[in-house]
C-alpha cells in the first residue's frame, strides 16, 4: 500500500508544495514544530534513510541544501535544522526546520496546527525564493 507521502507526491492527498525534481519532493510539514518546518522525501518508496543508494542519498542532500536556502531567504531564521526521525511515516524523509535556539527544534513540545491559509502564505513566500 502506497505511503501517505507517496499519496501526497501524486497529488492524491493535497499538500503545499516547496519544490520538486524528477527524484525529490518537498513540501510544508501539517504540524510545523516552527513555522516553515518542510519536509523532503524521495518519489521512490524507501522506509530508512540510510537504506537509499549512496548517490541517491547525495543528490537527496543537495536538493535538500537548495530547500533549506530558500526556507532561510524567506524565514527570519538564524538558520535551518535538519533531522531524521521517521518513527511516524514509513518513508524516507528530512525534517528542514528554520531555527534561532536549540528548542525551535525540538520534537518533545506541542506541534504547531496553521490554518490551510497560513500554511499557504508561508508556501509561497518559501517556493519564491528556491533557485
Ligand atoms: P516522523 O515520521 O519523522 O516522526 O514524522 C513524520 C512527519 O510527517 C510529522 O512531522 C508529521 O507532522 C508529518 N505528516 C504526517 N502526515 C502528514 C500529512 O498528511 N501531510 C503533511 N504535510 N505532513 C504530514
Do not use: W
Request: with cysteine; glycine share 6%.
Amino acid at each position: 500500500m502506497a505511503t501517505i507521502f507517496s499519496k501526497i507526491i501524486n497529488g492524491e492527498i493535497p499538500s503545499h508544495k516547496i519544490a520538486e525534481n524528477e527524484e525529490f519532493f518537498a513540501f510544508l510539514d501539517i504540524n510545523p514544530v516552527s513555522p516553515g518546518h518542510t519536509l523532503v522525501v524521495p518519489k521512490m518508496e524507501i522506509d530508512y534513510i540510510f537504506d537509499i543508494e549512496d548517490d541517491v542519498l547525495g543528490r537527496m542532500m543537495v536538493f535538500a541544501k537548495q530547500v533549506a536556502a530558500a526556507q532561510r531567504t524567506a524565514i527570519s531564521c538564524k538558520r535551518i535544522g535538519m533531522t531524521v526521525i521517521g518513527l511516524e511515516v514509513p518513508h524516507a524523509h528530512i525534517h528542514l526546520i528554520p531555527m534561532n535556539k536549540e528548542s525551535d527544534i525540538y520534537f518533545g513540545k506541542e506541534k504547531g496546527t496553521p490554518t490551510q491559509e497560513e500554511l499557504a502564505e508561508i508556501a509561497i513566500k518559501i517556493r519564491k525564493e528556491f533557485k
